[in-house]
């Protein structure tokens, strides 16, 4: 199954057994959610996230900084100050951090942040874009699993988003 010309990404392949669906917001919110998910296990789930409204300035100008830098983890006050960008994923009463990092993905530099919800028995994996090349834009990939399935998908997500193809204004918006 291909997705293909969403948002950032031309085109991303999953495994022939995996469906796709789109959930949107209601009709005063530009926000969208598109799902992919295996036939078999719908709680496994990549989701492809656009909010539909942009972040205050601030906020975008320390994301796009932040790409801009070299890959590397970040520490305790760097995730605070991106608190806008990963919105939920700072919230330490609903987040289990355990990993915080930027690198490239497909040659094109994303946030990473993994952890595993605290109300849910959910595990996550979510890659935060500058859509626009200001920060401000951000589209979000965010892999969830149950705890106890995510090491069974988490090897073919991974290798899927490794060989996607980000759209041509993507490359042209994203750090070299």
Excluded: N
Aim: charged content about 25%; some cysteine.
């Amino acid at each position: 199954m291909d997705i293909c010309h969403h948002g950032q990404i031309k085109k991303l392949s999953l495994p022939d057994h995996w469906l796709a669906k789109t959930q949107s917001g209601s009709a005063d919110t530009l926000r969208s959610v598109s799902i992919a998910y295996p036939a078999d296990r719908p709680g496994v789930q990549l989701r492809f996230i656009w909010r539909g409204s942009r972040l205050p300035s601030g906020a975008g100008e320390r994301f796009h900084a932040l790409l801009s830098q070299p890959p590397k983890e970040l520490d305790s006050e760097e995730i605070q100050s991106l608190a806008p960008v990963i919105v939920d994923l700072a919230d330490e009463e609903v987040f289990c951090l355990e990993k915080a990092l930027t690198l490239d993905l497909s040659l094109r530099r994303v946030l990473q942040i993994e952890g595993i919800w605290k109300h849910d028995p959910f595990v996550s994996r979510s890659y935060f874009i500058d859509a626009d090349g200001t920060g401000c834009l951000v589209q979000e990939i965010a892999f969830f699993a149950p705890q106890d399935e995510y090491a069974r998908y988490v090897g073919t997500v991974q290798e899927a988003l490794e060989a996607m193809e980000w759209s041509e204004q993507a490359a042209a918006a994203g750090p070299a």
